[in-house]
Structures are given as C-alpha cells and as structure tokens.
C-alpha cells in the first residue's frame, strides 16, 4: 500500500539508491562550492519565468543598474 | 523604491502559471506583477547555497543585490517560517541610503527612514554615545 504524505511545506525528501559500494574505486570528485558572501558579486543566471501572462527568460546580467530582491522559496502552492 | 523583484522556485513555468492564475491572483486580484522564475534541477540555488538536495526545493533564502550586481545582504529560513517584508524593506530602503550618500552616512541597529544615522570618521570614535541612544535600537 502506498503511504499517504502528510499535508507540509517541505517536499518529500527523493530516495535515491545509495551506490556507494560501487564507487569506492573511482576518484571522488569534490566539487568545490564557494558559498556566496555579502560584498561580493551575485552569482549570474539565466532561466525561464512566468509574467503576467508571459513565458520570459530571465537574465540576471539584464538588471545591472537596478537594485534586485532575489527570493527563493520551497514551492508554488505551498503554505507559508 | 524602484527594486525589481524575483521569485525562484524549482517548479516550471507552467506550474508558476497555475499558481498564479488559480490562487496567487485571487489575493491581490491581480497577475503576480514580477517574474516567478524555474530552477527546476536546483541549479540557481546551488549557485546561491540556498538548495536543499534532500527534497529537490529551496529553502527561504532571499538576497538584496545592488546595482552593481553585489550582494549587499541575505536571510535564509527553512520552509516552515515565512520572512518579514518589512524588514527587507528597511534594509533595502538602509543599503540605498549608504550607496546614495557613498558611506557618508551610515545606519545603526534598529535604524528606519527618517531616525538617526552615523558619519563614520575620526570624531565619531568613542562617540557613538553622544549622538545615539541605546533605546533607538528596539524603536
């Protein structure tokens, strides 16, 4: 029987199949994820978005000059 | 204030698009009046450290980027808390202020439009005491 999801904010976590026994031959490759910081540049992006009516493509880059309040958030139809 | 607003999510477009039409529209009974942008994959996100790989979402993280493209500040909340509009707007309305003035002035704890700021140089060490008061702070 499938287990029915309680009612949250946060998505179900996705299982994934663990593989590490498989890759304990390969070189592990590390990326190196430099967190942002205040003072320095935002990290560039481009991406589809929804406007008024609209499918856009949004470039980051394109807002030079304008202050930008970038607000990401768990997902449409969620509660909060 | 003029600042451009944009939403990321890791739905599609199409997604945001039935959000806004079924629900977002009926509370301010108008469309979304700025673009709601896809991250499907995460890839903005972990540009910005804001991506939880666990549950393929973002978390809360919300960033203030000047016009020069830095980053002057940001917050990040997990899913359960939504953020203080107004307090993004005071800092907006702060960080506007530092750049108009070119860091002539600058704003204390608990500083709002119209309420004491500093003028950082030599004659203001050790005299912070003189021209703001503690209680400001929690006005």
């Known amino acids: 029987m499938a287990e ?5 904010c946060t998505r179900p976590e996705i299982k994934r199949e663990k593989k590490e026994e498989i890759t304990e031959n390969v ?39 304008k202050w930008v309040l970038l607000c990401f958030y768990p997902g ?4 909060v | ?21 079924h629900e977002l529209s009926k509370m301010i009974n108008k469309d979304i009046p ?9 890839y903005i996100g ?9 549950s393929g979402t973002e978390t809360r993280g919300r960033f203030i980027i000047d016009p020069d493209g830095v980053i002057q500040g940001f917050e990040v909340l997990t899913p359960p808390v939504g953020r203080n509009v107004s307090e993004t707007i005071r800092q907006i309305k702060a960080f506007q202020l530092v750049r108009k003035t070119q860091g002539g002035e600058v704003t204390p704890s608990g500083w709002k439009p119209g ?3 500093l003028k950082p140089g030599p004659d ?13 702070a929690f006005e």
């Open chain 1, 4 to 8: 029915e999801l309680k009612p949250g």
């Open chain 2, 34 to 42: 700025f673009p709601m942008v896809s991250d499907a994959g995460g």
């Open chain 1, 27 to 65: 070189i592990e490759k590390k990326e190196v994820k430099s967190m942002v910081k205040v003072g320095k540049p935002a990290p560039l992006f481009e991406a589809p978005a929804y406007h008024e009516g609209k499918f856009i493509n949004v470039k980051l880059e394109d807002y030079k000059g």
């Open chain 2, 115 to 117: 309420k004491t700021t």
């Open chain 2, 1 to 21: 204030m003029g600042v451009e607003v944009l939403s990321v999510s890791t739905d599609s477009h199409f997604v945001h698009k039935m959000w806004n039409d």
């Open chain 2, 46 to 54: 972990t540009l910005y450290g804001i991506y939880d790989e666990d």
């Open chain 1, 76 to 79: 449409d139809f969620t509660f």
């Open chain 2, 124 to 136: 203001l060490v050790g005299n912070v005491w003189k021209v703001w008061k503690v209680e400001e």
